[in-house]
């Protein structure tokens, strides 16, 4: 599904010690972890030779279209995404760089996601509640099988909402 050419980085938040806690009451450590803005631009200074890096956010928040509520993982990212996993709209489009840039508060529907939240409704010209913020729907993703195998288990993108990352 990743494709042999493409390699995924993960950031996972470490355990905070003891020590490390009573630093943190003391406001004497600050506590920050994962990959940043001035990191990815680091890694394509260093990395000439690789086409596309592409951040990933996960964002934990409510997800609602007017009284459904469901279940959808929310993804920021950016427009390249759709070229490295070679996954395309079915309808209307995906992230554009003018969303990124302009912080737009624009939203892509997995195909599973469009189902849960607008059943036999129309999405288009709609919005998506996530947590507290609104988000205009403007394109749907065709449908994208995957299969996760040994300890290696690649989302469902079919039940993810993606949205710029610059937004998020």
């Known amino acids: 599904m990743l494709g042999v050419n493409n390699v995924r980085v993960r950031s996972v938040k470490p355990i905070i010690t003891e020590r490390k806690k009573e630093e943190e009451a003391n406001q004497s450590w600050i506590f920050k972890y994962g990959i ?8 394509r200074e260093i990395l000439p030779e690789v086409d596309l890096i592409v951040p990933l956010s996960e964002v934990r928040k409510d997800v609602w279209a007017k ?11 950016t427009p390249d995404l759709s070229k490295i996993l070679d996954y395309a709209p079915s309808a209307g489009r995906f992230l554009a760089p003018l969303d990124e840039s302009e912080f737009r508060r624009v939203c892509v529907l997995g ?4 189902k849960k939240l ?3 409704r129309s999405w ?18 065709e449908d994208k099988s995957t299969k996760s195998s040994g300890t290696f288990q690649i989302p469902n993108l079919n039940n993810q909402i993606f949205v710029p990352y610059a937004t998020v």
């Open 111 to 114: 195909a599973e996601a469009r």
């Open 36 to 43: 940043t803005r001035a990191g990815l631009k680091h890694f």
């Open 124 to 141: 288009k010209g709609q919005d998506v509640r996530i947590g507290e913020t609104y988000f205009r729907v403007v394109g749907v993703m």
């Open 67 to 77: 009284e459904v509520k469901t279940d959808i993982q929310v993804v920021g990212t």
């Open 118 to 120: 607008f059943r036999f």
